[in-house]
T-cell receptor, first 115, second 115 residues
Framework: AQSVTQLDSQVPVFEEAPVELRCNYS??????LFWYVQYPNQGLQLLLK??????LVKGINGFEAEFNKSQTSFHLRKPSVHISDTAEYFC?????????????FGQGTELSVKP | DAGVIQSPRHEVTEMGQEVTLRCKPI?????LFWYRQTMMRGLELLIY????????DSGMPEDRFSAKMPNASFSTLKIQPSEPRDSAVYFC?????????????FGEGSWLTVV
C-alpha cells in the first residue's frame, strides 16, 4: 500500500517570491509520482509527473519537482510565483506496474499568493 | 481529443432523492475511476473499473452508492437515497494501462449538494 503526506496544509507567499511545496510518500513497491493543481471551483489538472530518468522534472506554468528516492520525497518548486498560482496542489502516487494508475493523493496544500 | 466528460456539472437535490452522475471516459482508455472530494476527507477513491469490470469498490461508502459501466464509453455513479453528508465533488477519471506512466486524466467534476 502507498501513502502520501503533504507537510504543509497552507503556504502563504508574496508575489515573485520562490515557493516549495513538500511531499513525502511511502510505498513497498515501485511508484510513479505526480503533482496536480486545482484552481478554485475547477477540476484537477496535471502539473507534472515523474516516471523515470532524470530526477528533476519540469511541468507547466514554470513549476518543477525533484524526486529523491533516499528521502522518499517529491517536492514541488517555483522560483517566482504569480497571483494566478493561487490554488490547491495535490501530490499523488500510483503503483508502477499495476492497477491502471490508481492514484493515492495527499491531503493537499493551499498556496495563497499575495500581492 | 475530447477529455473526460462528466454530467451534470452542478446538482442540488433534496435528501432522499436519487442522484445519478454520468461519465464518458477518454476514447480508448481501459481504466475508469470515480473519486470523491470533501473538505474533511480530501480526495478518496470510490471505485475503479478495468475493461468495464469493477476491480475495487472498497472505497464505496455504503450500500446507498452503486456504480456501473455498461460499456467502454459510459459509466454512472448512483446514490439512492441521497443524504446531506453526500454533498461533495465527484470526479471521474480514466487512463490507458502502461501509457504515459498510467497517467490519469480527470473530468471537471460534478458538484453535488444535498439539502
Amino acid at each position: 500500500a502507498q501513502s502520501v503526506t503533504q507537510l504543509d496544509s497552507q503556504v502563504p507567499v508574496f508575489e515573485e517570491a520562490p515557493v516549495e511545496l513538500r511531499c513525502n510518500y511511502s510505498s513497498s513497491v515501485s511508484v510513479y509520482l505526480f503533482w496536480y493543481v486545482q484552481y478554485p471551483n475547477q477540476g484537477l489538472q496535471l502539473l507534472l509527473k515523474y516516471l523515470s530518468g532524470s530526477t528533476l522534472v519540469k511541468g507547466i506554468n514554470g513549476f518543477e519537482a525533484e524526486f529523491n528516492k533516499s528521502q522518499t520525497s517529491f517536492h514541488l518548486r517555483k522560483p517566482s510565483v504569480h497571483i494566478s498560482d493561487t490554488a490547491e496542489y495535490f501530490c499523488a502516487v500510483s503503483e508502477r506496474y499495476n492497477q491502471g494508475g490508481k492514484l493515492i493523493f495527499g491531503q493537499g496544500t493551499e498556496l495563497s499568493v499575495k500581492p | 481529443d475530447a477529455g473526460v466528460i462528466q454530467s451534470p456539472r452542478h446538482e442540488v437535490t433534496e435528501m432522499g432523492q436519487e442522484v445519478t452522475l454520468r461519465c464518458k471516459p477518454i476514447s480508448g482508455h481501459d481504466y475508469l475511476f470515480w473519486y470523491r472530494q470533501t473538505m474533511m476527507r480530501g480526495l478518496e477513491l470510490l471505485i475503479y473499473f478495468n475493461n468495464n469490470v469493477p476491480i475495487d469498490d472498497s472505497g464505496m461508502p455504503e450500500d446507498r452508492f452503486s456504480a456501473k459501466m455498461p460499456n467502454a464509453s459510459f459509466s454512472t455513479l448512483k446514490i439512492q437515497p441521497s443524504e446531506p453528508r453526500d454533498s461533495a465533488v465527484y470526479f471521474c477519471a480514466s487512463s490507458l494501462l502502461r501509457r504515459e506512466g498510467n497517467t490519469i486524466y480527470f473530468g471537471e467534476g460534478s458538484w453535488l449538494t444535498v439539502v
